[in-house]
C-alpha cells in the first residue's frame, strides 16, 4: 500500500514544493526518459495522485493546496488542471447515474480538455472485446485516479442495480393475494429484467397448512412467459404469456432419490450447467426440451414455511450475457418470496373455502315451492374479506299448505355470528314445524339466544302466509319492517310491532294479522340493505320503498314484476358505500287458492265418518272434473279418516285442494303421529299407511299445538 503525506506532516512553500515534483520528470526528460504521457496510473496499481500526472502530462504547474489528502486530490482538481484553470464542480459517480440510466454499465463523466489521455484497453463488465475509445480511456484515467478501478465501479453499479430489481420484485410479488396473482407478479418482475423466459411449476395439489406430504409428488407447469422479436420494423420485443410454444412437460412426478428431488431438496438455486441441474432439468422439462448452454439458465427451488411446493426456471437467449454467480443470490430471494406468497395464499384460499362453505350450509341450498306462494332469494357477504356473516333467511313449509317466511340478522359478521345464525335457524325450524303462532316462536327463540350466552343479540321477522284465507300474520322482534308491493304498483311499509330484538329476555312479542292480496310481493330484508354510514335506516327504507313502485311502473297496472329480477333490482340501488353489512333478501308472491278450489268439511269421530268422508270427496272430484281420481282418492282417505276417528275425540276435518296437485288433509286432535308399519299375514289392520305410501305421490303427517294433520297428494294430470 503506498502511503501518503498527512496535513499534519511538514510542509514546504508552494514554488518549492512545485519544483521538487517537476525536477525529477524534468530530469528524466532531457536525459531522454519516457514520455509523460505514459506517467498516467494503470487501474489496481499504486500511483502518484491524478493532479500531479496530470499536471506532468499536460506541461502545467501542479494544483495549488495547502495540504495533501490521503486518497489525493479530487477529480474536479484534477480536469482543473487538465484544462489550466479552476474548475470545482464533482465528478459525477455511479450512484448518481444509475438512477437515470440503469441500462448503461458506465458511469457518464465530463468533457475533458486538453490533449487526449493515453489510451488503456477496457474490457466491459457484460463481456466482449477490449475497447481503445478515448472516452472509457479518459473514465479508466479519471478513475484510477481517485484509486478504484473502473471495474470495480461497473461492478458497484450492477449491485445496486440488483438490489433495487430484487426491492422491486418482491414488492410486485407481495402485492397478489390470491395464487394466480403471486405467480404473475414473479413472471412480471422477471421477464425481461432478470430473464428471457420463465417457467413456474408447483405442486399439484398444494399441500395446505399442516398436512403431511405425498410422496411421490407431481409438478404441474402452472405458468409461463417468454420474450420474442416480433416481426417487422424495429424488432420489437413483446411479452407472450401461456402457453409456451417450445416443449415443456405439463406434469413432472418427482421420484424420491432422483436428480430433481436431490436438487429441490437442497433449495438453494443453481445454475443450468451445473452436474446436478444437468440432469434435473430434463427430468422437469422433459427429453425434447431445450436447455441453454453456459450460465443462461437457472433452475430454484421453490421452498414455503415447511416443504418444497414447486420450482422456477430462468432462462436468458444466446445473445443476452449469462447469468453471474450473484444472480444465484437473486434468483433465490424471488424464489423465497414467491414460495412464502405462495403459502399464505394458499392457506387464505382455504380459510375462504371454508368460510363459504359454511355459509352456504347455513342457508338454504334451494328454497321449497309452496303451493299458492312464489319464493326468491339473496344473499351478499358485507365483503370478500368477510364471506360469513349472522344475517339468514328461510322458508319453511306448514301444514294447510301454508307456508313460514323468516329473516333473521345475527350481531356481527364473523364465524361467531355465523355459528349462532345456525343455532338460532335450526331452533326456527323446529319451532315452526310444531306450528306454533309467529309470537310464540319469537319468545322460544329469545329463550335460546339467552341460553347460548350473554350478548347473543339478533333481530327476527317470522311471517306465516295462509293462501287459502289470503291472510299473512306476521311478528317482529327488532327487525326493520316487510314492504308489500301491491298489483297496481303501490308500494307500502307494513305496520308492525316492532318488538324488542331476540336476546334482551323478559320481553313480550305481538303478532298482526294483514291482508296478503293475489299478485301482491312481500319482501322481508336485514338492516344491510336500507342502512349505512352515509343513511340511516328510515332513509334507505323510504329508497326501497321507491325502488319497488318504480320497478312495478314499468311492468304495467295488471303485471307483477318478475320475482327474480326484482331482487336483482332493489340490489341495483346499492352504492359503493352501502357495503357496510351483510344483505339477504327473500322476495314472496302471493298467489293465493281460489275459494273454489278449496273443499272443506268437519265429521264427527263416528263409526260413519269414513263413508261421508269417501261421498263428499266424490262429489268435490266431480266438480272438478277429476273423476279419475275418484277410486284412488276415496280408498285412501277412507284408510287416513278411519284412523283419526280411533284416536279423536273433537269433530274431524277433512279439506281437499286442486292446484297443479290434489292435496288432502285429514286432521284430528290427537298428537300421536302414524307410523308405517309392515303388517303380518294374520294381523287385520295396520295396512292403511302402506297403501298410502304406495299410491300417494307424497304424503306426511305434522303436529300441530293442537292435535296433528296427515295429508296426501296425487297428480292431476
Known amino acids: 500500500m503506498t502511503e501518503h503525506p498527512t496535513s499534519h506532516e511538514g510542509r514546504q512553500p508552494l514554488a518549492a514544493r512545485s519544483h521538487e515534483r517537476t525536477r525529477p520528470r524534468q530530469e528524466a526528460a532531457e536525459a531522454g526518459g519516457p514520455a509523460?504521457?505514459?506517467?498516467?496510473?494503470?487501474?489496481?496499481?499504486?500511483?502518484?495522485?491524478?493532479?500531479?500526472?496530470?499536471?506532468?502530462?499536460?506541461?502545467?504547474?501542479?494544483?495549488?493546496?495547502?495540504?495533501?489528502?490521503?486518497?489525493?486530490?479530487?477529480?474536479?482538481?484534477?480536469?482543473?488542471?487538465?484544462?489550466?484553470?479552476?474548475?470545482?464542480?464533482p465528478a459525477p459517480t455511479s450512484a448518481s447515474t444509475s438512477g437515470e440510466d440503469s441500462g448503461s454499465e458506465w458511469p457518464v463523466l465530463p468533457a475533458q480538455a486538453g490533449p487526449p489521455v493515453a489510451a488503456v484497453p477496457v474490457t466491459p463488465p457484460g463481456g466482449g472485446a477490449p475497447t481503445q475509445s478515448g472516452t472509457a480511456s479518459a473514465a479508466m484515467a479519471v478513475t484510477a485516479a481517485q484509486g478504484a478501478p473502473v471495474q470495480d465501479l461497473a461492478a458497484t453499479r450492477r449491485e445496486g442495480d440488483r438490489l433495487r430489481f430484487v426491492g422491486a420484485a418482491t414488492r410486485r410479488i407481495a402485492r397478489g393475494i390470491d395464487l394466480d396473482e403471486i405467480v404473475l407478479g414473479l413472471c412480471r418482475a422477471t421477464v425481461p429484467t432478470f430473464s428471457d423466459a420463465i417457467l413456474v411449476y408447483l405442486r399439484d395439489p398444494l399441500p395446505v397448512g399442516d398436512e403431511r406430504p405425498v410422496a411421490p409428488f407431481v409438478l404441474r407447469l402452472r405458468r409461463t412467459d417468454r420474450l420474442?422479436?416480433?416481426?417487422?420494423?424495429?424488432?420489437?420485443?413483446?411479452?407472450?404469456?401461456?402457453?409456451?410454444?417450445?416443449?415443456?412437460?405439463?406434469?413432472?412426478?418427482?421420484?424420491?432419490?432422483?436428480?430433481?428431488?436431490?436438487?429441490?431438496?437442497?433449495?438453494?438455486?443453481?445454475?443450468?450447467?451445473?452436474?446436478?441441474?444437468?440432469?434435473?432439468?430434463?427430468?422437469?422439462?422433459?427429453?425434447?426440451?431445450?436447455?441453454?448452454?453456459?450460465?443462461?439458465?437457472?433452475?430454484?427451488?421453490?421452498?414455503?414455511?415447511?416443504?418444497?411446493?414447486?420450482?422456477?426456471?430462468?432462462?436468458?437467449?444466446?445473445?443476452?450475457?449469462?447469468?453471474?454467480?450473484?444472480?444465484?443470490?437473486?434468483a433465490a430471494q424471488l424464489a423465497t418470496h414467491t414460495a412464502l406468497g405462495i403459502d399464505k395464499a394458499v392457506l387464505y384460499g382455504r380459510e375462504a373455502y371454508i368460510a363459504d362453505e359454511l355459509q352456504r350450509t347455513m342457508l338454504p341450498d334451494s328454497l321449497p315451492q309452496p303451493t299458492g306462494v312464489r319464493l326468491a332469494s339473496r344473499y351478499l357477504p358485507a365483503a370478500e374479506t368477510a364471506r360469513v356473516g349472522g344475517d339468514w333467511y328461510d322458508a319453511i313449509p306448514l301444514p294447510g299448505s301454508r307456508v313460514a317466511l323468516v329473516v333473521g340478522d345475527v350481531m356481527g359478521h364473523s364465524m361467531t355470528s355465523a355459528a349462532i345464525m345456525g343455532q338460532l335457524r335450526t331452533t326456527a325450524q323446529t319451532l315452526a314445524g310444531l306450528d306454533l303462532p309467529p309470537q310464540e316462536v319469537l319468545h322460544h327463540l329469545d329463550e335460546q339466544a339467552q341460553r347460548l350466552g350473554q350478548d347473543r343479540m339478533a333481530t327476527c321477522m317470522y311471517a306465516v302466509y295462509?293462501?287459502?284465507?289470503?291472510?299473512?300474520?306476521?311478528?317482529?322482534?327488532?327487525?326493520?319492517?316487510?314492504?308489500?308491493?301491491?298489483?297496481?304498483?303501490?308500494?307500502?311499509?307494513?305496520?308492525?310491532?316492532?318488538?324488542?330484538?331476540?336476546?334482551?329476555?323478559?320481553?313480550?312479542?305481538?303478532?298482526?294479522?294483514?291482508?296478503?292480496?293475489?299478485?301482491?310481493?312481500?319482501?322481508?330484508?336485514?338492516?344491510?340493505?336500507?342502512?349505512?354510514?352515509?343513511?340511516?335506516?328510515?332513509?334507505?327504507?323510504e329508497q326501497l320503498r321507491e325502488r319497488l313502485a318504480a320497478t312495478a311502473q314499468l311492468t304495467g297496472p295488471d303485471h307483477s314484476p318478475p320475482l327474480e329480477a326484482l331482487c336483482d333490482d332493489v340490489l341495483d340501488m346499492l352504492g359503493p358505500g352501502d357495503r357496510d353489512d351483510d344483505i339477504a333478501l327473500l322476495a314472496a308472491r302471493f298467489d293465493g287458492i281460489a275459494p273454489s278450489d278449496v273443499a272443506y268439511w268437519f265429521l264427527e269421530p263416528e263409526d260413519a265418518a269414513p263413508g261421508r268422508a269417501r261421498r263428499l270427496a266424490r262429489r268435490a272430484?266431480?266438480?272438478?272434473?277429476?273423476?279419475?281420481?275418484?277410486?284412488?282418492?276415496?280408498?285412501?282417505?277412507?284408510e287416513v279418516v278411519t284412523n283419526a276417528v280411533r284416536y279423536a275425540e273433537r269433530p274431524v276435518t277433512l279439506r281437499l285442494l286442486k292446484t297443479d296437485v290434489l292435496r288432502c288433509e285429514v286432521g284430528d286432535d290427537s298428537p300421536q303421529l302414524p307410523r308405517q308399519r309392515r303388517a303380518r299375514d294374520t294381523d287385520e289392520g295396520g295396512r292403511g299407511l302402506f297403501l298410502v305410501n304406495r299410491l300417494a305421490r307424497r304424503w306426511g303427517a305434522t303436529r300441530l299445538s293442537g292435535g296433528k294433520v296427515v295429508w296426501f297428494e296425487l297428480p292431476t294430470s
Open 36 to 89: 509523460a504521457a505514459a506517467d498516467v496510473p494503470v487501474p489496481g496499481q499504486p500511483g502518484p495522485s491524478a493532479g500531479r500526472s496530470r499536471a506532468v502530462a499536460h506541461g502545467g504547474p501542479a494544483p495549488e493546496h495547502g495540504h495533501d489528502s490521503p486518497a489525493g486530490p479530487t477529480s474536479g482538481e484534477g480536469h482543473a488542471a487538465a484544462r489550466g484553470g479552476a474548475d470545482t464542480r
Open 228 to 330: 420474442r422479436l416480433t416481426d417487422g420494423e424495429g424488432e420489437e420485443l413483446t411479452l407472450v404469456p401461456d402457453p409456451d410454444p417450445t416443449p415443456a412437460a405439463e406434469l413432472c412426478e418427482v421420484r424420491s432419490g432422483g436428480a430433481l428431488a436431490e436438487v429441490l431438496r437442497g433449495v438453494r438455486p443453481v445454475f443450468g450447467d451445473s452436474a446436478a441441474a444437468r440432469a434435473a432439468l430434463p427430468e422437469l422439462l422433459g427429453g425434447d426440451h431445450p436447455v441453454p448452454g453456459g450460465h443462461r439458465a437457472i433452475l430454484a427451488p421453490l421452498r414455503g414455511r415447511r416443504r418444497v411446493i414447486g420450482a422456477a426456471v430462468f432462462l436468458r437467449r444466446p445473445e443476452r450475457p449469462g447469468f453471474e454467480p450473484n444472480d444465484l443470490l437473486v
Open 466 to 541: 295462509d293462501p287459502v284465507s289470503h291472510r299473512i300474520t306476521i311478528a317482529n322482534a327488532g327487525h326493520p319492517p316487510p314492504i308489500l308491493l301491491h298489483l297496481g304498483g303501490r308500494a307500502e311499509v307494513l305496520r308492525v310491532p316492532p318488538g324488542a330484538p331476540i336476546g334482551v329476555g323478559g320481553v313480550d312479542f305481538e303478532a298482526v294479522e294483514l291482508d296478503a292480496p293475489a299478485g301482491a310481493t312481500l319482501l322481508l330484508y336485514t338492516d344491510g340493505l336500507v342502512e349505512s354510514r352515509l343513511r340511516d335506516v328510515w332513509t334507505g327504507i
Open 621 to 638: 272430484l266431480a266438480r272438478w272434473d277429476l273423476e279419475e281420481l275418484s277410486d284412488s282418492v276415496e280408498l285412501l282417505i277412507s
